[in-house]
């Protein structure tokens, strides 16, 4: 019995932290049946931003079947069931499928407004669906689930997020969670070449840091969860892009970097929290000391169906251990 309790003291509190979904159904279902089934026994969970998607799949009626074009093949679905199995394909991949004509989708491609509108439908409707999955799983758990969006996630998410009976959107706030810990959230990132959504400033970056660790009681208690990582951390290494922003598949080199913020590195210089919690760059998972502050980016292979996360556990000295998961 001593030797259970010495080691339920050290463990403290444990956090399960991931990152970048991209409106992966399995991953999201994965992620909420590990806290349900206590797999980890986490504590708290902190996901570290980018939950929607970036491409709809139009599933086309032709005559008694309906046609769609996944990942370069063509797909068919003659019944119900092989059709729900499609959308589910779709879904798997962090793509939107939509039911459709060949007429319908003609018109959209030269309806630039609609288009937008019914992309901004179909990514809030998943969006409303996870926060309602999560508070029908984990309702009961005692365990929260604090997340932000991230710079691909567009702001009319803002709406269900903050709507949300068990999530809590830590985005530009700081929040309490198990462990006597503060979490400082900021969903956004230093420019990138793509220009999405929440992209702001270096200047911008940092004094909003600042403003926020100002509200925190104790920096040694104080987790910043930051969608972009620190700059030359390791955690923020991109692949080679082309002249049209694709993948450098032939390069013999094929990751660059650093492309973190210089703002974030310098606040986690200056602020010294206990953690900070990264995401954004997929191909960039681990961890790394800045300091007296432990960085960590969980990286993502969500479009595969696999959820990776960092496990941490963090008692009233510190942080004691860190470790990776997936499944």
């Known amino acids: 019995m001593p030797l259970l309790k010495r080691a339920s003291k050290r463990?403290?509190?444990?956090?399960?932290?991931?990152?970048?979904?991209?409106?992966?159904?399995?991953?999201?279902?994965?992620?909420?049946?590990?806290?349900?089934?206590?797999?980890?026994?986490?504590?708290?969970?902190?996901?570290?931003?980018?939950?929607?998607?970036?491409?709809?799949?139009?599933?086309?009626?032709?005559?008694?079947r309906y046609e769609a074009s996944l990942l370069g093949q063509r797909r068919v679905a003659r019944t119900e069931e092989e059709l729900a199995a499609l959308e589910r394909d779709v879904a798997s991949l962090g793509y939107y499928a939509f039911r459709t004509t060949k007429e319908e989708v003609d018109a959209l491609g030269g309806d630039q407004a609609k288009l937008d509108a019914l992309f901004s439908k179909e990514i809030r409707a998943r969006v409303t669906r996870w926060l309602d999955l999560a508070a029908e799983r984990l309702d009961g758990t005692g365990v929260p689930l604090v997340l932000i969006p991230g710079n691909d996630d567009p702001y009319d998410i803002d709406e269900p997020l903050a709507a949300s009976q068990y999530c809590t959107n830590a985005d530009g706030a700081v929040i309490d969670i198990p462990g006597d810990l503060q979490v400082i959230?900021?969903?956004?990132?230093?420019?990138?070449?793509?220009?999405?959504?929440?992209?702001?400033?270096?200047?911008?970056?940092?004094?909003?840091?600042?403003?926020?660790?100002?509200?925190?009681?104790?920096?040694?208690?104080?987790?910043?969860?930051?969608?972009?990582?620190?700059y030359g951390s390791g955690l923020d290494t991109a692949p080679v892009l082309d002249q049209n922003l694709r993948l450098q598949a032939s390069a013999g080199d094929l990751m660059r970097g650093p492309v973190g913020s210089t703002g974030v590195l310098e606040a986690v210089q200056q602020v010294r929290p206990l953690l900070s919690l990264h995401g954004h760059i997929h191909e960039s998972g681990g961890e790394k000391k800045i300091g007296p502050t432990l960085c960590v980016n969980p990286g993502s292979e969500a479009g595969s169906g696999i959820v990776r996360g960092y496990l941490i556990d963090v008692s009233a000295d510190g942080v004691e251990r860190s470790f990776r998961v997936e499944g």
Not at 21 to 28: G, I, L, Y
Not at 33 to 43: F, S
Request: hydrophobic letters at 40%; a positive charge.
């Open 11 to 64: 463990r403290g509190t444990r956090l399960y932290v991931v990152s970048d979904f991209h409106a992966s159904d399995p991953a999201w279902r994965k992620l909420l049946n590990a806290v349900r089934m206590n797999i980890y026994k986490a504590d708290a969970v902190l996901y570290a931003g980018d939950l929607t998607g970036k491409a709809m799949v139009p599933i086309v009626a032709v005559g008694d």
């Open 185 to 230: 959230g900021l969903g956004k990132s230093s420019p990138t070449p793509w220009q999405t959504p929440r992209e702001v400033s270096e200047d911008a970056f940092r004094q909003e840091i600042y403003s926020l660790a100002d509200q925190a009681r104790d920096p040694k208690r104080t987790i910043f969860l930051i969608h972009c990582p620190p």
